[in-house]
């Protein structure tokens, strides 16, 4: 996937928040920051979620390190970590961190299609208090 289309679709998330009536933020070059971040942020009356972003049309591979850093930021912020994942001609949906699964070599974690639907829920379910 390109970096565009990754942007574009975080963009796309963050209009959602928006029009949901959550306060989003961007988190520009996240994945390439020194310091822990996340692709987005979002709160509405003292709830809060940091999300990484993943799109594409087959299995994500998301590396460990990436996984641990949203987990000390959440942590450090005060925020839920999710994993957010949108699929080519589907809709978002959002995981806990404990729900991905490892890749085969281990040093990584994966997301696809299927373990999305089982595991994640929609955003109208994730912005529900």
């Keep these: 996937m390109?970096?565009?289309k990754g942007s574009r679709l975080e963009r796309e998330l963050f209009h959602l928040f928006h029009k949901a009536n959550w306060q989003p933020v961007h988190v520009a070059g996240s994945g390439s920051a020194?310091?822990?971040?996340?692709?987005?942020i979002a709160g509405k009356k003292g709830r809060v979620l940091a999300i990484e972003c993943k799109s594409g049309k087959g299995s994500r591979?998301?590396?460990?390190?990436?996984?641990?850093?949203?987990?000390?930021?959440?942590?450090k912020f005060g925020a839920e970590p999710w994993l957010g994942a949108r699929f080519n001609s589907t809709e978002?949906?959002?995981?806990?961190?404990?729900?991905?699964r490892e890749s085969k070599t281990g040093n990584n974690f994966v997301v696809d299609l299927?373990?999305?639907r089982e595991k994640g829920i929609k955003f109208e379910d994730l912005i529900k208090n």
């Design 2 to 4: 390109s970096k565009a």
């Design 34 to 40: 020194t310091i822990e971040s996340a692709d987005l």
């Design 61 to 75: 591979y998301i590396k460990k390190k990436q996984i641990e850093e949203l987990k000390i930021f959440a942590e």
């Design 92 to 100: 978002w949906l959002f995981l806990k961190i404990e729900d991905l």
């Design 114 to 116: 299927k373990l999305a």
